[in-house]
């Protein structure tokens, strides 16, 4: 239903949405974004996207709860976690809980991209290989 | 009813029942020697009588006897005289119309002898003496003398007597007792009054006494407490009596002192959590829209590289943006500040960056910034990140306070030094434990000095216990005691808690030979001080033992307007800004947490119109962590410094005077320096002239 999803960001606020996917898909990723746990474990692209970005905290279920179930779900999904609320107790809570990277936001174009690319690289490798 | 009437009753019960008691002891003892010596001159009378009618009796003249019976009998004070035979008829008498009545032997003038048939002998005095009421309504003594048989009564030419006749006849003086029972009653009379005004007396006194030792000074504990109750903690009772009442009222105002200290550290502790929960609140809310500005601009600024016009207005967003999220960020360190993660570090690398940081603003409020760092200087275990954020925020308040100096003058500069320094122990090490010999614990966080938690004792002079504070800054003396003590008394010194001696048996003070007394500080020995008030004489053996201690020293010093005095000692203070609306009050409270937390030391010496200094000096050695708080959260750990007395409030000129507590720093090879070297990953900061030209 979503051909070629890349990345799904999940977070309440579109304007970061939107940022994601302006710096993203500047980047030739396609970006899909949802607004919350329930829409995020329920989104189609969910089973082959590339990299998952959620917010640590989203109306409801947190984004706690969403890292795990996706976790759960594919454990060799990338997933960063980004958060408003930056201690180096969440960023110990959610590294525990499995996610890949933890940016904590504001974040600049560069600071995104890199982390991205560098979440991503392994797996590029492997797509170069198989299509070159 | 009130202590007063009760105790007046009391007194006055038994100052009636004392007085009574003596009244009736004394009148009676006074009533029987007037009456014995009535008795004895009455008896004498009769003596007399008998003596001078002798003679008369012998040669029968009985008108002569007549006549001496019937003088003596009208004198004052004598009731009657008379003279019965041996049948009881009266022969003589001073009341002519009783002569030749005769007496019933039972009645009284003859009972004595008559009594039970027992036959007349010679009596004692008091056998012979009676009293009895006359009808005339006074009481009268009379006296009876048997008049014995003798030789000369029977062969007198009369021959009146027998020769077998023992008692010939009985005389019988009658003395009046008027004068004596008035002289009784009025010593009565005299006695009640007496009583009656002491009682009075002893009454009024007690009045006094009570309205002025226990109603008032109640009365003024009592108003104080219903004043407490209403929540107004300011309230001090007078605490000039030295009476119970008195200790009374110093505990009283002793409890006001410690609950409004209590109180205030709450209400800090509940502004904290406030902020805390604020900053939360808001660095949540904010930083999702500051992402959005972030990332757009960074994301138009590096595909406006053909446009340094529009690159350049983009870069002013990006780094104000960023500078948000510092502010952003610095908020929500102060919410949760954290133990510092020391790493060996280049503190003047750390105060470059810093400086880096805040360049523009300073460059905007025209400060010539100054370097004068210690090149040798060896890198220092320190949590690079909190002490950059030390110095960035005491660089940007020394921008403040010269932006504030005056529009005469627009700028000024700012100096900043590093130096190695030997800090020696004494003045500068921190009692950060203190324990009595059984193991209480005295350190009390209610009460700082200095920002630090001062240790608690009691101090005994003549069985008055005073509480006192000492100062936790090893050597330095700002001790504060609940009220003044005399200077130069030895006094106790006592645990609050256990009221274990605290002395420090066989020590004496090297100062003044006082005894000292001492408390366990955790593994770092114990801490002793002289006993005497006002001797300075102190003793940490383990510190000196440890000699001074190197320390990296930080100056930060401007010449803006300065700070009041009254305010050093509140500089520290969270929430306390001398800038106004535009300071947070936190800059400074966080510092102070970052250098406590480092086990470093903050000063500040200003002279307003002048200038401020900061001194900071963080330890090369660094003590080992207590473990108290092990496992403790990061996010639940406010260092923060109390509400009171937080600064170490030392003036230039006071703070200059004692070179012996000044650590010796050196700075060799000063490296002044204009700016720092500008670093490739630091925040960009536009050209001066640029920005001059832009306005």
């Known amino acids: 239903m979503n051909p070629g999803i890349d990345v799904l960001v999940v977070d309440d606020e579109p304007v970061v949405c939107d940022a994601i996917r302006l710096v993203l898909g500047h980047e030739g990723l396609s970006v899909a974004a949802v607004p919350d746990a329930e829409a995020a474990l329920e989104h189609p692209a969910l089973g082959d996207c590339r990299l998952v970005i959620c917010d640590l905290m989203l109306p409801g279920r947190s984004g706690l709860e969403v890292l795990r179930a996706m976790r759960e779900r594919r454990p060799g999904l990338p997933i960063v976690m980004i958060t408003g609320f930056a201690t180096p107790a969440n960023a110990d809570l959610v590294l525990a809980a499995g996610a890949t990277a933890f940016l904590p936001k504001p974040f600049d174009e560069s600071e995104l991209l890199t982390l991205v690319r560098h979440v991503l690289a392994p797996m590029d490798v492997a797509r170069e290989e198989r299509s070159p | 009813m009130r202590i007063g009437t009760l105790a007046i009753l009391g007194v006055a019960a038994i100052t009636a029942a004392v007085i009574g008691m003596m009244s009736i002891l004394i009148v009676s003892a006074h009533r029987g020697a007037l009456i014995a010596q ?165 009454s009024a006194l007690l009045w006094w006494l009570s309205r002025r030792l226990i109603l008032r000074p109640v009365a003024a504990l009592i108003a104080g407490t219903r004043k407490v109750a209403q929540g107004d903690l300011s309230t001090a009772v007078p605490a000039t009596a030295q009476d119970e009442l008195g200790d009374l009222a110093r505990a009283f105002n002793d409890m006001t002192r410690q609950l409004s200290e209590a109180q205030r550290q709450l209400a800090q502790a509940d502004k904290l959590a406030s902020v805390g929960r604020l900053a939360a609140g808001v660095a949540h809310e904010i930083n999702n829209p500051l992402t959005g500005v972030l990332t757009y601009a960074s994301f138009l600024l590096k595909r406006a590289q053909d446009q340094p016009e529009t690159q350049a207005d983009l870069e002013v967003i990006v780094r104000e943006t960023k500078r948000c999220r510092e502010i952003v960020r610095g908020l929500l360190d102060f919410a949760r500040q954290t133990p510092p993660q020391r790493q060996p570090s280049d503190l003047n690398e750390i105060i470059r960056r810093a400086a880096a940081i805040v360049m523009n603003q300073l460059t905007l409020a025209h400060v010539n910034l100054s370097f004068q760092l210690d090149a040798d200087l060896e890198p220092v275990p320190l949590d690079a990140n909190q002490v950059q954020q030390v110095v960035v925020n005491l660089l940007l308040n020394a921008a403040d306070a010269i932006a504030e100096g005056g529009a005469s003058s627009p700028g000024g500069s700012i100096r900043v030094e590093t130096s190695a320094c030997a800090v020696p122990p004494r003045g500068h090490a921190v009692i950060r434990a203190a324990t009595c010999p059984k193991g209480c614990d005295l350190l009390d966080k209610n009460v700082r000095i200095a920002g630090l938690p001062a240790i608690r004792v009691i101090r005994r002079d003549r069985e008055r216990d005073v509480l006192v504070h000492l100062d936790p800054i090893y050597g330095r003396g700002h001790h504060r005691a609940s009220e003044p003590c005399n200077e130069g008394v030895i006094a106790g010194y006592f645990c609050p808690t256990c ?8 020590r004496r003070c090297d100062t003044c030979d006082g005894p000292l007394f001492g408390v366990q500080a955790g593994a770092q020995g114990r801490v002793e001080w002289c006993a005497r008030k006002g001797c300075p004489g102190t003793r940490w053996d383990f510190m000196d ?36 609306p535009r300071g947070s009050g936190l800059g400074l409270a966080v510092t102070w947490g970052i ?35 092990p496992g403790a959260s990061a996010a639940v750990r406010p260092r923060m410094p109390a509400a009171q007395g937080v600064a170490t409030p030392s003036p230039v000129g006071r703070a200059r005077r004692g070179p012996d507590r000044r650590p010796e720093c050196r700075s060799r090879r000063p490296s002044p320096r204009r700016m720092p070297p500008p670093r490739a990953n630091e925040v960009p900061h536009e050209p001066r002239d640029r920005r001059a030209g832009r306005g």
């Open chain 2, 38 to 202: 009535l008795t004895r001159s009455a008896d004498q009378l009769s003596e007399t009588i008998a003596s001078s009618t002798y003679y008369d009796m012998l040669e029968n003249r009985r008108d002569a006897v007549h006549r001496e019976i019937g003088t003596i009998g009208r004198q004052r004070g004598i009731e009657k005289v008379r003279l019965f035979n041996g049948t009881g008829v009266i022969m003589f008498s001073s009341e002519e119309a009783e002569i030749g009545h005769a007496l019933d032997k039972n009645a009284e003038a003859c009972y004595a002898c008559h009594a039970a048939g027992r036959p007349l002998e010679r009596l004692p005095i008091p056998a012979r003496s009676r009293i009895y009421r006359t009808t005339a309504g006074h009481r009268v003594l009379g006296m009876i003398r048997p008049i014995h048989n003798e030789p000369g009564c029977w062969s007198a030419a009369c021959h009146a007597h027998d020769r077998g006749e023992v008692v010939l006849g009985v005389l019988d003086v009658n003395l009046s007792l008027a004068e004596a029972d008035g002289v009784i009653a009025r010593d009565q009379r005299r006695m009640t009054l007496l009583a009656v005004l002491a009682i009075a007396a002893s």
């Open chain 2, 499 to 506: 009221r274990a001696r605290l002395e420090v048996a066989g």
């Open chain 2, 545 to 580: 033992a440890l000699g001074p201690q190197p320390f990296a020293q930080l100056v930060v010093e401007d010449d803006g307007r300065g700070i009041p005095e009254a305010d050093l000692g509140r500089l520290f203070e969270p929430f306390f800004s001398t800038k106004g």
């Open chain 2, 595 to 629: 250098v406590e937390g480092h086990d470093g030391l903050i000063t500040v010496e200003s002279e307003p119109g002048k200038g401020t200094r900061f001194t900071v000096r963080l330890p090369y050695r660094v003590p080992e962590a207590p473990a108290q708080d």
